[in-house]
């Protein structure tokens, strides 16, 4: 089992979960990041910290998410990020603060 980042993380980018993770399992992309599933040991640390309710358990991920189980795979090919960053607020965040 491994936790999975999905589409609420687009153009947000928080990063409190990558900053709670014991194993440096996170890793950036220019808008978003993922879990490297290879690397992830399943400690729940990083759910509550999202803001957005952008992670799942790849056993319990809505049906309209599913895909990115395939796109955090590629998580390997990014840079690992360990530590908080201000926040993207791009245009498609829906958690930007009013």
């Not at 089992?1 to 014991?22: F, G, H, L, N, R």
């Not at 908080?84 to 930007?96: D, F, R, V």
């Amino acid at each position: 089992m491994a936790y999975i980042v999905t589409e609420p993380c687009v153009d947000c980018k928080y990063t409190d979960c990558a900053a709670v993770c014991p194993v440096e399992a996170f890793h950036e992309l220019p808008d978003r990041l993922y879990i490297n599933p290879d690397t992830c040991i399943d400690c729940d640390a990083c759910l509550p910290e999202c803001p957005v309710e952008a992670i799942y358990s790849d056993m319990s991920i809505p049906e309209e998410y599913i895909e990115w189980i395939e796109k955090n795979k590629e998580a390997y090919k990014y840079p690992i990020i360990s530590t908080k960053q201000p926040a993207l607020y791009g245009p498609n965040c829906k958690g930007q603060p009013e």
